[in-house]
């Protein structure tokens, strides 16, 4: 293929995406930092309470920053305020908040101008979703083995200003991973190799999965790249988008999730509830993908 054709498709799509993105992500980053926002919180203490766990404060706090959340759960595990069974539940809740934080500053402006508004909220609504029938099993397993005896709760944190630098960081990575990701796609497509070597799986989705385990960034981006040009449809983008993020979960649990547990609980206890954060999240994909299977079907 002609490399200058290539990147001329990836002009186009950078500037029809890049506005929407760096709006979208000034926006949700600028709603996030207002004091207001703690006011989402409160849900959150609520549902954990029905719970009959007394860790609820440490569960909204993953909505500021997982860092946070796994902190406060520490430290409420080390002076005994709660035990490693109710330590473990709030693990398995925390996927909630750590979900919505996600979509908000990143996956929904990210999504939805690339992928467009129909599509996008299809892959945010499904990603809500799927962590919501597993915090709900997360509930239901504290309804019957927690008593619930309350404590006084810590409520020691705030929410984070408006971090524009942060903010520009996030949209020149996408956008480099994005434009990276559409020039190999314009460039592979003509290729056969993956074919030959891989018949069994369709060579478009097979980019999207291959592209997304390293990176969602980049995953999404050659969905979106492969929509424009009307190679593959909507559901079986979203199908292959998801299973990249399956595997996605077990690079990222290796390079950022495992440092963070094992940090702050030890090795021997942190490796227990990261295994626990794993399976939760890989059981919400999982849920995920056979959805989108049947929207398939």
Known sequence: MDIQTALLDVVRLVETVAPIMLIGLLI?????????????????????????????VAISAFLLHPIVGISMLSQMYK????????TVIAV??????????????????VSISILGFELGLKFITLEIASKLIVV???????????????????????????????????FLRTITIMSVSAFFVSVILNLDFLSSYLSFIPKEMLMIILSGIASTTAGISVAGSLLAKGVIDDETALFAIFVSRFFHIFIESMRMSM???????????????????????????????FITIDLIA
Request: proline share 4%; glycine share 8%; net charge positive.
């Open 79 to 86: 002076n005994k305020l709660i035990n490693f069974k109710e």
């Open 92 to 109: 398995i809740i925390s996927i909630l908040p750590r979900g919505i934080r996600a979509i908000v500053l990143f996956l929904a402006p």
């Open 259 to 289: 440092p963070i547990y094992t940090s702050f609980f030890g090795f021997r206890i942190g490796i227990k509830l990261l295994l626990v954060d794993l399976v939760c999240r890989c059981l919400s994909i999982a849920i995920a993908i």
């Open 28 to 56: 949700s980053n600028f709603l996030f930092s207002l004091p207001q926002f703690r006011l989402i919180l409160k849900p959150i203490e609520k549902l954990s309470r029905f719970a009959n766990l007394k860790s609820g």
């Open 136 to 170: 709900a099993v997360g509930v239901l397993i504290g309804k019957a083995l927690l008593s619930g005896d309350d404590f006084e709760q810590i409520d020691e944190y705030k929410c984070g200003g408006f971090r524009i630098r942060e903010t520009i960081k996030v």
